[in-house]
């Protein structure tokens, strides 16, 4: 194990679509990716199975067996407390036992980050992970958003802690050396904010994090930002409410261009100028959220990738490796504590 | 003043465009409803030029003046305090005094919310007015969502609250009977909701509204429910949020096809059933947001509306006060009052 030629421990059993994902998708990344490895974790006869189906290159391959799989219903109890040989708990576990740089899951995402942070544990100076991840914006470029819901009521202390580490995701992944950090607020002409928001503010201006100030919705997507720093109950709705209107977007414009014989030439026409907007607007693209604030890289994938999707994934895992995403978060953790102690100090 | 031929009080200053937007609009208005008549309010001189300007029928319309004007940068005090003789503070005074059945300003909305809760107060009942608006979802009808900033830190009480009266609008405006209410949370693959969500829910439960149970972001967009109900911060982030992306989604397409001639060509091919698709998921259709749990009508337009989307907001003052949307409202609080009353009582 080495930063210069990562391990991914692949937890091939998770998602909604499982091995025909996962075992392709970690192919293709091997073949792109000649210095890295693959821990492909689950029911090792299936995998092997998978594998000769898509006659893969053996040396950057090893399949580690896992009896259990959590699937996308089981309770985060059961996940964690029955199913002790699930593939996603070993998954976790091989990062865990330093055979893998990171692992990367598309299972149900309560489990995977209840699983994790039991194995794992948060880093000293984190109380909570959270969960990451980059929209397209109008600049051409992706906005990071935390925390996505895995928590619900949150402290001043909490939010300053996501800005940090989305900030040092951003600068692992996108090589951004000081990210421009927004707190999500809403409008001026309104009440302003609520009180954990205020305090938040106060806290992220003596962070030494590069601190934008308050945001709003749209800058989300107007890229006004590098990282938008909410609460997970806020930024669960809003990933959901936005993936809801960009599916309602997409359905309607096909009905429209299949209303009839007309509109379907005149989509025929369009339809290189379509497929170019779809590309810019294609989520998959962005596909594999950070699990954030743990003792080791953890990607969650959507559950319904495909395996273009899958693979972006894994990618955004070996470009976290690559690029110290841990030692950064370090970094920035005991600047911060160097900071309060230099507060506390009597300045002579 | 009757309920069958309504008098809309028109803050004809407000916006960013003032009176070239709010006069067309009155007027074509007028036309499109000889039954109703508009009370014109601010500037005398400069209304009645803009009405010569485009040869007003004089039976519909009224004028009352006011010197003043609230802009877009005024604060609430300032708003309030200062300018008593605004055009918004005229407007809400009209229906005050009976002049006038509904109040229409496009003005900034912390100070007509704040203008028209002070004029008209508050129904017995209700602890906090709401702001809800209609967002258009995939079955082709429109989802009401509330409180949209009015109101940050929420008790399970005012959720309740804005569950009802976001309920009497829906049967008021769209003329539904026992509209269906959800209540926004996130997902029950993670922790689910936070304890306020959860104490509402209960409330919610035993209402006697037709309560559907908790929703998601996404089922805003899938029309799930006729009313989704959630705290202002959350409103407010999800609105900017989804109308952020839309724009995105807007200039990245227009980007595209005006990429070069070939491209604008297919463009060109494609345009009737781009127009067409624009105009499903056009959200001037939705302006007027209705400032909910006051004693009367009162509707805040898009600041940036133009006379057609402008045109939408008086339309639904119209609808509300055709329709009983003040009666409808007391009665639900009336029989919640009687549920609550029925609850204490002891059953023999």
């Not at 397209?136 to 925390?147: E, H, R």
């Not at 809403?186 to 806290?203: C, F, H, R, T």
């Not at 699990?291 to 070996?318: N, T």
């Not at 978060?329 to 005991?334: A, E, F, Y």
Request: charged share 20%; net charge neutral.
């Amino acid at each position: 194990m080495s930063h210069s030629s990562p391990t991914i421990a692949i937890d091939c059993m998770g998602g909604d679509h499982g091995l025909p994902v996962t075992v392709p998708a970690a192919m293709a990344f091997a073949q792109a990716h000649p210095d890295t490895r693959c821990l492909l974790v689950g029911d090792e006869a299936l995998i092997r199975q998978a594998l000769q189906q898509n006659a893969a290159p053996a040396g950057q391959f090893e399949i580690l067996h896992a009896s259990e799989v959590v699937t996308m219903h089981d309770s985060v109890e059961v996940a964690l407390r029955r199913k002790k040989d699930s593939s996603m708990r070993v998954t976790a576990q091989a990062v865990k036992d330093g055979r893998a740089d990171a692992a990367v899951s598309a299972g149900n995402t309560g489990a995977w980050m209840a699983i994790s942070r039991y194995v794992l544990k948060t880093l000293d100076g984190i109380d909570r992970p959270a969960i990451a991840t980059a929209l397209p914006n109008q600049k051409g470029g992706a906005t990071t958003v935390l925390d996505l819901g895995a928590n619900v009521d949150c402290t001043a202390e909490h939010l300053l802690q996501f800005g940090l580490m989305g900030a040092a995701l951003v600068s692992a992944v996108d090589r951004r050396a000081q990210p421009s950090v927004g707190l999500l607020n809403i409008g001026e002409e309104l009440i302003k904010g609520n009180e954990v928001v205020k305090q938040a503010a106060d806290l992220l201006r003596g962070s030494g994090l590069n601190f934008y100030g308050n945001v709003e919705g749209d800058d989300i997507f107007k890229g006004t930002v590098d990282v938008v720093v909410c609460d997970g109950f806020v930024g669960n709705v809003v990933l959901k409410s936005v993936e809801g209107l960009a599916r309602m977007i997409g359905a309607m414009m096909r009905e429209e261009f299949h209303r009839n014989a007309f509109t379907m030439t005149a989509g025929l026409a369009a339809s290189p100028v379509l497929r170019r907007f779809r590309a810019r607007v294609d989520n998959r693209r962005y596909n594999g959220a950070a699990l954030l604030g743990l003792r080791g890289i953890v990607i969650k994938s959507h559950g319904s990738a495909d395996a273009y999707a899958y693979g972006q994934a894994l990618q955004r895992a070996r470009e976290a490796v690559l690029n110290g995403l841990l030692e950064g978060t370090i970094q920035r953790l005991d600047a911060l504590r160097g900071r309060a102690a230099g507060a506390a100090a009597p300045t002579a």
